[in-house]
C-alpha cells in the first residue's frame, strides 16, 4: 500500500528540492560517532579520506549513475534520475553523511548504511513510521567510507563552480575521453 506524502516527510525532503537547509531540529544519529570529524564550519577534509573518497567514487560505489562523473547532477548514464548537484551543496558534512547514510525518502536517493530505519538514526524515523515512503537500500558502507565520500565531495564538487576540463582532468585523468566536453578556463 503506497502512503501519501506525510506532513513530516514534506519537511524531510523539502529542503533538497528547494536547495536549501531547513534541517534544524532532525535527529541524526550523529552521537553514534557517524558524522565526518571537524564538520563544523571551516570543515578541512582529512587527505586520507579524500583519497579513499576519491577511489571510492571512481571504483566503488554508483554515486556517478544518478549524480555525474563530475559531480554536477547529470548522470552517465541518461536513463538514470538526475542527483543532487553536489557543485551547489547546501547541506553540511554532517547532514551530507546523513543523506548517503539514510537515503532521502520520496526523492528516490537509497540508503547506505545496513541499519538505517531500523532504529530512529534516520531522520527520527523506523522503517514501519516512513512505510511505502523508505528508500532503497544500496550498497553497505561503514562509517569510514560514508565520512571517506563525504571528504571527497567537499574537496572536489562543493563550491567548486561548474565542471570545467582541467578538473575533469585532475579527477580522471589526461586520458579521459569525457574532458572535452567542458569548458576550459584557463
Known sequence: MKRKLTHR???LVAPLVAGTVLL??????HGQGAGPPNAG?????DPQLVELGTRMFKEQTPCRDCHGLMGDGVPDDPRMPRGANFRNLQLTPDLAAEAIRCGRPVLGMPYFDRFS??????????A???GAEIPDEGMNLTARQVNALVAFLFATF???GPPSFE?????WGEA???CPRFPKRN
Not at 534544524?24 to 544519529?29: A, D, L, R
Not at 564550519?41 to 577534509?45: A, E, K, Q, S
Open 167 to 171: 578538473q575533469c582532468v585532475a579527477l
Open 176 to 178: 579521459a575521453t569525457t
Open 158 to 160: 562543493v563550491g567548486k
Open 41 to 45: 564550519p571551516g570543515y578541512t577534509p
Open 24 to 29: 534544524g531540529g532532525i535527529e541524526s544519529g
Open 9 to 11: 516527510m514534506f519537511w
Open 117 to 126: 530505519y531500523t532504529d530512529k538514526r534516520c531522520y527520527g524515523m523506523t
Open 128 to 130: 514501519e513510521e516512513i
